[in-house]
């Protein structure tokens, strides 16, 4: 019960309090603009696979509850990544001082839907890529946000993705997301699992990640799953 009460107070109270009121936009230069599709991608694939896609932006919360509502794919589990197994807990992740981000782990049909969407969503709907070491209310390193790619190709689209939405000035600023090679993905604790399906009201989520579902169906109804 301890556990939990401090995860809500630092990850969600706080940054409300200091928030709510200055709530920034998503960094992009014309929200208006039809976000453009990745130029670089992988085909879909002829059959059904499973393939893993590693990425943080901010607290893990919100990020798992978008791809949980994207058409293709099967799992979104919240949990750490660029740290030691020993200190993959959330007590010590919030220090900052880990070398953990907040992460989630996207397992995808390939077939259904590619690497390069999954990253689209990521930089459109999922977070503001142009936050240095914070994501709205929440600062710290473990807020970063950062992509961990598992493979080759997944590092050619992600950084071929990001040097074409910097050089079509879609953010104000520029994209500050690392590239980085996945190591490892620890499963955060079960309290923080699913926290939008069970926590809809509180004011944490109704601030910072309702509002990203809401962008999700409205500006991709073609791969939003309402379940």
């Known amino acids: 019960m301890r556990a939990v009460l401090i995860a809500v107070l630092i990850c969600a109270g706080i940054g409300v309090l200091a928030w709510a009121s200055s709530k920034p936009n998503d960094g992009r230069a014309n929200a208006k603009a039809a976000f453009p599709k990745p130029a670089v991608d992988a085909p879909l694939a002829s059959a059904k696979a499973q393939?893993?896609?590693?990425?943080?932006?901010?607290?893990?919360?919100?990020?798992?509850?978008?791809?949980?509502?994207?058409k293709g794919v099967t799992s979104a589990t919240s949990g750490y990544s660029g740290g030691a197994a020993k200190t993959a807990h959330y007590?010590?992740?919030?220090?900052?001082?880990?070398?953990?981000?907040?992460?989630?782990?996207?397992?995808?049909?390939?077939?259904?839907?590619?690497?390069?969407?999954?990253?689209?969503?990521?930089?459109s709907v999922g977070h503001n890529p142009t936050e240095l070491n914070r994501q709205g209310p929440d600062y710290g390193t473990q807020y970063r946000s950062s992509i961990f790619y598992s493979n080759d190709q997944q590092k050619k689209i992600t950084e071929a993705y990001i040097a074409q939405l910097n050089a079509a000035k879609i953010y104000s600023q520029s994209i500050v997301t690392q590239v980085v090679p996945l190591q490892a993905f620890y499963a955060a604790e079960d309290y923080h699992q699913d926290y939008l399906k069970h926590h809809p009201y509180e004011?944490?989520?109704m601030i910072n990640d309702q509002p990203k579902l809401t962008s999700l169906k409205k500006e991709y109804p073609e791969l939003y799953r309402n379940d």
């Open 51 to 70: 393939e893993t896609a590693v990425l943080s932006g901010g607290c893990f919360w919100g990020i798992q509850a978008v791809f949980q509502h994207l």
């Open 91 to 123: 007590e010590e992740v919030s220090i900052g001082e880990t070398g953990h981000a907040e992460s989630v782990k996207i397992v995808f049909d390939p077939s259904q839907i590619t690497y390069g969407q999954i990253l689209m969503i990521f930089f």
């Open 203 to 205: 004011p944490y989520i």
